[in-house]
């Protein structure tokens, strides 16, 4: 299994293209079946289970059909932080800078 914080882009799109076929199989779901209810042809989902590449939407819809779309529930959500984790970043967001003296200007 590929870790997606150390892959390169592509590697992360084939590793979910591989993942899709591997749900695909899984559920005995015919290529040519599931194009059908994503509502694009067969070359367009080999192509996707081969290179992870397709639209955003028809990503949704394979995943739609796949019942797969509570798996991202939780694709960039804003984590909770601790209460002391908002007092740090409130003491940096409110810090000045420190006195300077300022320079007498020679005239």
């Known amino acids: 299994m590929v870790d ?9 799109c084939q590793e979910i293209g591989r993942r899709v076929r591997a749900r695909r199989l899984t559920l005995n779901i015919s290529v040519d079946e599931l194009a059908q209810r994503v509502g694009i042809s067969n070359n367009t989902l080999g192509n996707f289970e081969r290179t992870g590449r397709c639209t955003l939407e028809t990503f949704v819809r394979i995943l739609e059909a796949l019942n797969a779309l509570p798996d991202l529930a939780s694709v960039l959500v804003t984590q909770a932080r601790s209460i002391e984790d908002m007092r740090q970043q409130a003491a ?3 810090r000045q ?10 005239s």
């Open 92 to 94: 940096v967001s409110t």
């Open 4 to 12: 997606f914080a150390l892959a390169l882009p592509e590697e992360v």
């Open 97 to 106: 800078r420190a006195y300077t003296k300022t320079r007498k200007s020679s």
